[in-house]
């Protein structure tokens, strides 16, 4: 195991998450709607992006080790 980096714990508890904040993005658009204008953008780009790359990042991190 390396020794720099988060542990395995770390990473099954982003990996959690991450899928979190990409089922509430999912639950918002369907309750809500997609906003328009830069809010949409901010929020399901730049939030969508973050968990969902820390969705993949995690679920790669925790194959390799």
Known sequence: M????P???ELKFRLCMG???CSLLVAAALEKGVPKGL???ELFVFA???GI???VWSLWKLYKT
Do not use: D, H, M, P
């Not at 390396?2 to 980096?5: A, I, S």
């Open 2 to 5: 390396n020794k720099y980096g």
């Open 7 to 9: 542990s395995r714990g």
């Open 19 to 21: 899928l979190l904040i």
């Open 39 to 41: 809010v949409g953008v």
């Open 48 to 50: 969508g992006a973050f």
């Open 53 to 55: 790359g820390s969705v």
